[in-house]
T-cell receptor, first 115, second 112 residues
């Protein structure tokens, strides 16, 4: 298993600003992911954070809006850029320890409110 | 296309009563199935998973789930619900590799 922490746990931001969310895993993991959970909704995969290369984005998500870094096997950041109220969501980091089908473990999430 | 359906948006049960949360999936190959629970203001916690073998799987907190291939279902059950079980429950299928597909969730309310 993997224990995942995220910072900040919540934030309130002004329109047009950017916020960087950090995700730290307690052990080296193969894959890390970022999800968005809009109010009352299920989880939507934003991107897969690749170590040493550009993230792989899902349809509807672009690097300019959600730049992602993964400098090593235990850490990743997601930036929400030029925020608008529609970006108000919970952002969750997840990880799995193998490259095949395996359990994804989730962080506690970052609750973002954009005014 | 892969998908997960949780037909019940919201369920209310009395404390001590039994619980069954429904999950149906659509996936052409062997599914890898999961149930997660999300308490208010928290992230997702894995309850249980099915990869292969015995179709009745046991999880944490007294939960179990049964995989029924013929019905494309993976329903979650608990014989006696506790007030602390009130939360949002998500069913998910792993469609090979990294992609997880989540259902829309079932919100559980437990009344004393």
């Amino acid at each position: 298993s993997a224990v995942i922490s995220q910072k900040p746990s919540r934030d309130i931001c002004q329109r047009g600003t950017s916020l960087t969310i950090q995700c730290q895993v307690d052990s080296q993991v193969t894959m890390m992911f970022w999800y968005r959970q809009q109010p009352g909704q299920s989880l939507t995969l934003i991107a897969t954070a690749n170590q040493g290369s550009e993230a792989t984005y899902e349809s509807g998500f672009v690097i300019d809006k959600f730049p992602i870094s993964r400098p090593n096997l235990t850490f990743s950041t997601l930036t929400v850029s030029n925020m608008s109220p529609e970006d108000s969501s919970i952002y969750l980091c997840s990880a799995k320890t193998s490259g095949g089908v395996d359990t994804q473990y989730f962080g506690p999430g970052t609750r973002l409110t954009v005014l | 296309a892969q998908s997960v359906t949780q037909p019940d948006i919201h369920i209310t049960v009395s404390e001590g009563a039994s619980l069954e949360l429904r999950c149906n999936y659509s996936y052409g190959a062997t599914p890898y199935l999961f149930w997660y629970v999300q308490s208010p203001g928290q992230g997702l916690q894995l309850l249980l998973k099915y990869f292969s073998g015995d179709t009745l799987v046991q999880g944490i907190k007294g939960f179990e789930a049964e995989f029924k291939r013929s019905q494309s279902s993976f329903n979650l059950r608990k014989p006696s619900v506790h007030w602390s079980d009130a939360a949002e429950y998500f069913c998910a299928v792993a469609a090979g590799g990294n992609q997880f597909y989540f259902g829309t969730g079932t919100s559980l309310t437990v009344i004393p």
